[in-house]
């Protein structure tokens, strides 16, 4: 019987899911978070913390599950308060001159129809 020691996986096989050439995220992600979050609430409902452990588990659950609403509400108030600034931006553009079609439809209402 021999003692082979296996070699860390690669560069290239820890890549394998991403685009050749795309930076890699470095630290912990959302995702990361949610995907933990996850782990625990599948863990916890298999049997794998005792009941000691379990308030401890919670408290950890809970304050991801909180940080990740906190996060989520920021992102929604940024994409709300960036739609408002798109749409204030080009409101005044759509209110100067009817768009093509619009135009066209008044037009074929109000003219006389030619035989």
Known sequence: MTNEVTSAPTEATAQAGAP????????????????????????????????????QVGSVADKISNFL????????????????TEASAEAPASKEAPAPAEATAEASDTAPAKE
């Open 69 to 84: 609403s906190v996060i989520a509400k920021q992102q929604k108030e940024k994409a709300e308060a960036e739609g408002k």
């Open 20 to 55: 050749a050439g795309a930076p890699q995220p470095s630290g912990i992600q959302i995702a990361d978070l949610q995907s933990v979050l996850n782990i625990i609430d599948l863990a916890s409902k298999r049997g794998a913390f005792g009941a000691a452990e379990l308030t």
